[in-house]
């Protein structure tokens, strides 16, 4: 039994989860055994990015700052309870129609 400690926010963990990969990543995964994490700044979607480009207010100098260099070192991957879910297969597909 794996403890829950080590998901976040997964109630059931038996309920699955979808991913979409292109041909090439699928294969890069199986062959060399590993998921690959990608900056979000990389990413399509413009609400991924939307902390990153938005500036805040210091109130201690009242100045705004950018935290786009916070986010430099962020990385993860788009996973759905959905099985057929149209925004990530035209999100991830290499020519946003859902196959390649």
């Not at 902390?51 to 100045?63: F, G, H, Q, R, T």
Request: charged share 25%; aromatic share 14%.
């Amino acid at each position: 039994m794996i403890p829950n400690t080590q998901f976040v926010d997964i109630v059931n963990m038996n309920r699955p989860i979808y991913r979409v990969f292109s041909n090439q990543r699928i294969l890069e995964m199986f062959r060399d055994r590993k998921l690959t994490l990608t900056a979000p700044r990389l990413w399509d979607d413009p609400f991924e990015n939307f902390l990153a480009k938005c500036p805040a207010l210091v109130k201690s100098i009242n100045e705004h700052v950018s935290l786009s260099g916070i986010f430099k070192n962020f990385f993860g991957q788009c996973w759905t309870y959905h099985e057929d879910n149209d925004a990530m297969w035209r999100i991830y597909s290499p020519k946003k129609t859902g196959h390649e």
